[in-house]
């Protein structure tokens, strides 16, 4: 069946990085477009970053576009999102999400604060 198991997630400070991993499995990673999304506390889920099978496309949202990057190991079956020159207003729950098959990873915390 379908996993997604996000990972890399943690307390950092304004300014910081992080890298957030998501491993996939029960499916044909190298196959399908694989999406970043992220939900702050009261605030709907928003779509981050997503990335083409290839890895050959991605798209960003506009409110981090500059600051992260999406990319994919096919060989190792996960998805990436390095997230540089963090805000507190990043601090949210990231979520790993695939959409032919609508499944969600469980998240992972993001907390940008001094």
């Known amino acids: 069946q379908v996993q997604l198991v996000e990972s890399g997630g943690g307390l950092v400070q304004p300014g910081g990085s992080l890298r957030l991993s998501c491993a996939a499995s029960g499916f044909t990673f190298r196959y399908y477009a694989m999406s970043w999304y992220r939900q702050a506390a009261g605030k709907e889920r928003e779509l981050v970053a997503t990335?083409?099978?290839?890895?050959?496309?991605?798209n960003y949202a506009d409110s981090v576009k500059g600051r992260f990057t999406i990319s994919r190991d096919n060989g190792k079956n996960t998805v990436y999102l390095q997230l540089n020159s963090l805000k507190p207003e990043d601090t949210a729950v990231y979520f790993c999400?695939?959409?032919?098959?609508?499944?969600w990873g469980q998240g992972t915390q993001v907390t940008v604060s001094s």
């Open positions: 990335i083409t099978s290839t890895g050959g496309s991605t």
């Open positions: 999400y695939i959409a032919t098959f609508n499944y």
